[in-house]
């Protein structure tokens, strides 16, 4: 009987090998499956008159074949695959949308501003004023189609987090229950292989979606965190994540624990999820906030410089883009947390588009002082106590915020985008081409009964006019007056101005056969004044004058049409928050966007190309320990089956002894 027990035994554990080769066999292709294989040890022997006599073999377990160092180290590298995928996919998105001869916006600010220049060689052709309009039109439209290409980007982001969301929390219930399946199998003293596999794929599914830490614990279950550590699943227990629309309702969202109500979308990285939030913040955000500024800017100085000049019918120019403070833009510069407790209602008038920033800002109460941040450097620009001013005049950031109603409370919070929308708002309201004002306001004619020899240049206003100043040098202003040469004074004297109005210095010192330029101020007496200045160069005699007049029928005048070119390589723009004033021209700062978000496109693709060589090295790594070898396996089975079958064999022998014996 010990001969077929012992025989026994080896067919058992012949029999336990095959099927633990069979199941590497089968599960070859098994995503995540970790190769298995029989530990085998003798049994107790029996001891005889003549010694121990061996009693055949067993099975001590069925092992599963891992390394936890580099099964971590997989699924990091999975994660850091995924995030930089993730980004770059969306980042390659936008590099060729602003970089692209056919939607990029260079390309329409030079057709614009090359229609200008064509305008300015006949500013009386109806053709080329028809031609500028057409420009400003398609102009608009870029600005526009950049915009809302951008914002649909932004809007899959967004949902495509809210579904990356959904995936998570899927995953962790299944971690959960795989937790509780795996420690039920521990407390019996056995590790279940096969469960394990499944749990450390999901980590590694999970792992590519959103970045996680794990920590094992004794019972076999692991623990997972998210963030900065806030907790996933322990043990069983699992915290799901919801999205929720954040301080910036319109554009973002939120990722919390509603357990705690804590938001953790600044915390989270790696995995699609991170990968996605990071690109919207880092790219996203700052394109949609630098097309606004450059909008801003775009329109205000066109709609500025078109309001110094006149029109075909002598009329000052109107507005060509819509004004940049409509009463919509304004509301729409802010948004109030939905968990505000005050009713406060806010709105942003741009002040200066020249020192505008293209960052955003945040103003919350706490404590009953309120405090407005400037989220690209974390600057603190203003601060004081509740209840708010009417109105919080920043002129170092361009914007002034006013309340319109209500009254805030402590806890309540704002997001102050000055320059998000207004690439989608920019549009052109002009649509007479006799309107655009082409011609300058002034302009200076000398005497046919001079005597002398005099040179002199056109004047130019140098102080923007606005709709308090314009009646100044209009037909009903100021003018005309006339400047007459005093040959002893050696100066120009004022004369002849209009009742009610002066124009100061009375007396313009000048020095005969050289260029002066002479600059003074007309005013109306009532706290308006504008800057004049002309060149007046030769040698006049006494007597001799100049008037100047309201250039009521200056149809050729082409003087405001090359001051609007000019604009394009004019410093219009800051470059950053820590410039006080404008140091950069349209298509630079234009430039500068493009050159910013291929370089990070770049740099993401050379990321990703190294992350992935990292997870390939980190996946034929685990594959040499854990992976299923056919030709290895394929051998085993021939080994395992002959074993069997010299078992078998064992078996019939001591079958034929005992007849044997029974037949004696």
């Given at each position: 009987?010990?001969?077929?027990?012992?025989?026994?035994?080896?067919?058992?554990?012949?029999?336990?090998?095959?099927?633990?080769?069979?199941?590497?066999?089968?599960?070859?292709?098994?995503?995540?499956?970790?190769?298995?294989?029989?530990?085998?040890?003798?049994?107790?022997?029996?001891?005889?008159?003549?010694?121990?006599?061996?009693?055949?073999?067993?099975?001590?377990?069925?092992?599963?074949?891992?390394?936890?160092?580099?099964?971590?180290?997989?699924?990091?590298?999975?994660?850091?695959?995924?995030?930089?995928?993730?980004?770059?996919?969306?980042?390659?998105?936008?590099?060729s949308l602003l970089a692209s001869t056919n939607t990029s916006l260079t390309t329409s600010l030079e057709s614009f501003f090359a229609s200008l220049s064509t305008a300015s060689e006949d500013p009386q052709s109806p053709a080329t004023r028809?031609?500028?309009?057409?420009?400003?039109?398609?102009?608009?439209?870029?600005?526009?189609?950049?915009?809302?290409?951008?914002?649909?980007?932004?809007?899959?982001?967004?949902?495509?987090?809210?579904?990356?969301?959904?995936?998570?929390?899927?995953?962790?219930?299944?971690?959960?229950?795989?937790?509780?399946?795996?420690?039920?199998?521990?407390?019996?003293?056995?590790?279940?292989?096969?469960?394990?596999?499944?749990?450390?794929?999901?980590?590694?599914?999970?792992?590519?979606?959103?970045?996680?830490?794990?920590?094992?614990?004794?019972?076999?279950?692991?623990?997972?965190?998210?963030?900065?550590?806030?907790?996933?699943?322990?043990?069983?227990?699992?915290?799901?994540?919801?999205?929720?629309?954040?301080?910036?309702?319109?554009?973002?969202?939120?990722?919390?624990?509603?357990?705690?109500?804590?938001?953790?979308?600044?915390?989270?990285?790696?995995?699609?999820?991170?990968?996605?939030?990071?690109?919207?913040?880092?790219?996203?955000?700052?394109?949609?906030?630098?097309?606004?500024?450059?909008?801003?800017?775009?329109?205000?100085?066109?709609?500025?410089?078109?309001?110094?000049?006149?029109?075909?019918?002598?009329?000052?120019?109107?507005?060509?883009?819509?004004?940049?403070?409509?009463?919509?833009?304004?509301?729409?510069?802010?948004?109030?947390?939905?968990?505000?407790?005050?009713?406060?209602?806010?709105?942003?008038?741009?002040?200066?588009?020249?020192?505008?920033?293209?960052?955003?800002?945040?103003?919350?109460?706490?404590?009953?002082?309120?405090?407005?941040?400037?989220?690209?450097?974390?600057?603190?620009?203003?601060?004081?106590?509740?209840?708010?001013?009417?109105?919080?005049?920043?002129?170092?950031?361009?914007?002034?915020?006013?309340?319109?109603?209500?009254?805030?409370?402590?806890?309540?919070?704002?997001?102050?985008?000055?320059?998000?929308?207004?690439?989608?708002?920019?549009?052109?309201?002009?649509?007479?081409?006799?309107?655009?004002?082409?011609?300058?306001?002034?302009?200076?004619?000398?005497?046919?009964?001079?005597?002398?020899?005099?040179?002199?240049?056109?004047?130019?206003?140098?102080?923007?006019?606005?709709?308090?100043?314009?009646?100044?040098?209009?037909?009903?202003?100021?003018?005309?007056?006339?400047?007459?040469?005093?040959?002893?004074?050696?100066?120009?004297?004022?004369?002849?101005?209009?009742?009610?109005?002066?124009v100061s210095p009375a007396n313009l010192a000048f020095t005969p056969g050289v260029n002066n330029s002479l600059t003074f101020t007309i005013d109306d007496g009532l706290g308006n004044a504008v800057d004049v200045t002309m060149d007046i160069?030769?040698?006049?005699?006494?007597?001799?004058?100049?008037?100047?007049?309201?250039?009521?029928?200056?149809?050729?005048?082409?003087?405001?049409?090359?001051?609007?070119?000019?604009?394009?390589?004019?410093?219009?723009?800051?470059?950053?928050?820590?410039?006080?004033?404008?140091?950069?021209?349209?298509?630079?700062?234009?430039?500068?966007?493009?050159?910013?978000?291929?370089?990070?496109?770049?740099?993401?693709?050379?990321?990703?190309?190294?992350?992935?060589?990292?997870?390939?090295?980190?996946?034929?790594?685990?594959?040499?320990?854990?992976?299923?070898?056919?030709?290895?396996?394929?051998?085993?089975?021939?080994?395992?089956?002959?074993?069997?079958?010299?078992?078998?064999?064992?078996?019939?022998?001591?079958?034929?002894?005992?007849?044997?014996?029974?037949?004696?």
């Amino acid at each position: 009987m010990s001969l077929i027990n012992i025989a026994l035994s080896g067919l058992n554990v012949a029999q336990t090998s095959l099927a633990t080769t069979s199941h590497n066999i089968t599960n070859a292709n098994t995503e995540g499956y970790s190769r298995q294989r029989t530990e085998q040890a003798t049994q107790q022997p029996n001891f005889t008159g003549a010694g121990y006599i061996g009693a055949g073999a067993r099975i001590t377990g069925i092992d599963r074949l891992y390394n936890d160092f580099i099964n971590e180290e997989l699924r990091l590298a999975g994660q850091d695959l995924q995030q930089s995928q993730a980004y770059l996919s969306q980042a390659s998105q936008l590099d060729s949308l602003l970089a692209s001869t056919n939607t990029s916006l260079t390309t329409s600010l030079e057709s614009f501003f090359a229609s200008l220049s064509t305008a300015s060689e006949d500013p009386q052709s109806p053709a080329t004023r028809q031609l500028v309009l057409s420009e400003a039109d398609g102009l608009a439209d870029r600005y526009n189609l950049l915009y809302q290409q951008i914002n649909d980007q932004n809007s899959y982001i967004n949902n495509q987090a809210e579904a990356l969301v959904s995936q998570i929390n899927q995953l962790v219930t299944s971690i959960a229950d795989l937790n509780d399946s795996v420690a039920a199998a521990f407390s019996n003293g056995r590790q279940p292989n096969d469960l394990i596999d499944r749990r450390d794929q999901a980590i590694r599914d999970l792992s590519e979606l959103v970045g996680v830490t794990t920590s094992p614990q004794t019972d076999g279950t692991v623990n997972l965190f998210i963030g900065t550590g806030q907790p996933l699943v322990v043990g069983g227990d699992v915290t799901l994540l919801e999205t929720t629309r954040s301080l910036d309702a319109n554009f973002q969202l939120s990722i919390i624990q509603p357990r705690s109500g804590t938001d953790i979308t600044s915390v989270i990285s790696g995995g699609q999820l991170g990968g996605l939030l990071t690109y919207q913040q880092e790219l996203v955000v700052p394109s949609l906030n630098e097309l606004g500024r450059l909008a801003l800017v775009t329109a205000d100085a066109i709609n500025q410089q078109q309001a110094q000049g006149l029109d075909l019918e002598g009329n000052f120019g109107v507005n060509i883009f819509d004004d940049i403070n409509t009463s919509a833009a304004m509301v729409n510069r802010v948004t109030a947390d939905t968990a505000n407790n005050g009713d406060a209602l806010l709105q942003i008038a741009v002040t200066d588009t020249s020192l505008l920033t293209a960052s955003d800002y945040t103003l919350r109460v706490t404590g009953g002082n309120y405090e407005i941040v400037r989220l690209d450097d974390s600057s603190v620009v203003d601060s004081g106590s509740i209840p708010l001013p009417a109105t919080i005049s920043l002129p170092s950031e361009g914007i002034e915020i006013q309340l319109t109603a209500g009254a805030v409370a402590d806890g309540d919070g704002f997001m102050l985008s000055p320059t998000r929308r207004s690439a989608e708002l920019i549009s052109m309201v002009l649509n007479e081409p006799t309107q655009l004002a082409f011609a300058a306001p002034l302009r200076a004619i000398t005497s046919l009964d001079n005597r002398g020899e005099i040179t002199i240049s056109q004047p130019e206003i140098i102080t923007p006019l606005d709709t308090n100043t314009q009646p100044l040098v209009s037909a009903g202003g100021a003018t005309p007056f006339d400047l007459i040469y005093d040959e002893t004074g050696g100066f120009w004297q004022i004369s002849n101005v209009p009742v009610g109005y002066s124009v100061s210095p009375a007396n313009l010192a000048f020095t005969p056969g050289v260029n002066n330029s002479l600059t003074f101020t007309i005013d109306d007496g009532l706290g308006n004044a504008v800057d004049v200045t002309m060149d007046i160069s030769g040698r006049p005699q006494n007597g001799d004058a100049i008037s100047v007049d309201f250039n009521s029928d200056g149809v050729a005048d082409n003087r405001n049409v090359l001051a609007m070119v000019e604009l394009q390589t004019a410093d219009l723009i800051r470059s950053s928050s820590a410039v006080t004033g404008p140091n950069q021209g349209l298509v630079d700062s234009y430039g500068q966007l493009v050159e910013t978000v291929g370089v990070v496109t770049a740099q993401k693709k050379i990321e990703t190309e190294a992350n992935q060589d990292i997870f390939q090295q980190a996946f034929d790594n685990r594959e040499e320990i854990s992976g299923v070898n056919l030709d290895e396996e394929a051998a085993n089975l021939i080994r395992f089956e002959q074993a069997y079958s010299a078992a078998s064999q064992v078996i019939a022998i001591a079958r034929q002894l005992f007849d044997r014996i029974l037949e004696l």
